[in-house]
């Protein structure tokens, strides 16, 4: 499966970041490019343990939803976020783009063997979890706006 850890993969990423553009359309959903990035940049960020978000997890969330999450089924189409649709214009794109390239150069230097933080949703997640769970997230923001 994809990861972020992993040099191909992660080359990859950062080559599909670098083709999104304030004008990419989204083919669903809700959020504005701009916006998809500050997303998938908060995903990452609360993986690293910059920001915290409220333990969610419950019996199912970590022992049923967690492995449909880590395997290798895409993410659906217009599922609802946990987190909210903060308002972001378009004029951050530029900036929000950047902050997403940092991260991801931050968690690749951390590697998989580095400290990881619990998912809200899943509980404790090892860094190939995360890796993985990181990529599949990318993934599936970048397929929204055709990339």
């Keep these: 499966m994809n990861s972020i850890f992993d040099k191909n993969d992660f080359l990859k990423i950062l080559q599909r970041v ?33 920001i915290t978000i409220q333990d969610r997890s419950n019996f199912i969330t970590r022992w049923i939803i967690k ?12 599922i609802k976020s946990s987190q909210p649709n903060v308002e972001i214009s378009l004029e951050t794109f530029d900036s929000e783009k950047m902050r997403l390239l940092n991260v991801l150069q931050e968690m690749k230097a951390r590697g998989s063997i580095g400290k990881w933080y619990p998912h809200p949703a899943f509980g404790s997640l090892t860094g190939e979890e995360w890796g993985r769970l990181i990529f599949k997230h990318l993934d599936h923001h970048f397929r929204q706006f055709s990339n």
């Design 18 to 50: 670098e083709t999104i553009q304030r004008d990419s359309i989204r083919q669903w959903g809700t959020m504005n490019v701009a916006q998809m990035m500050a997303h998938v940049t908060s995903g990452i960020e609360m993986a690293l343990g910059k």
């Design 67 to 78: 492995p449909i999450a880590l395997s290798s089924i895409p993410i659906k189409r217009n």
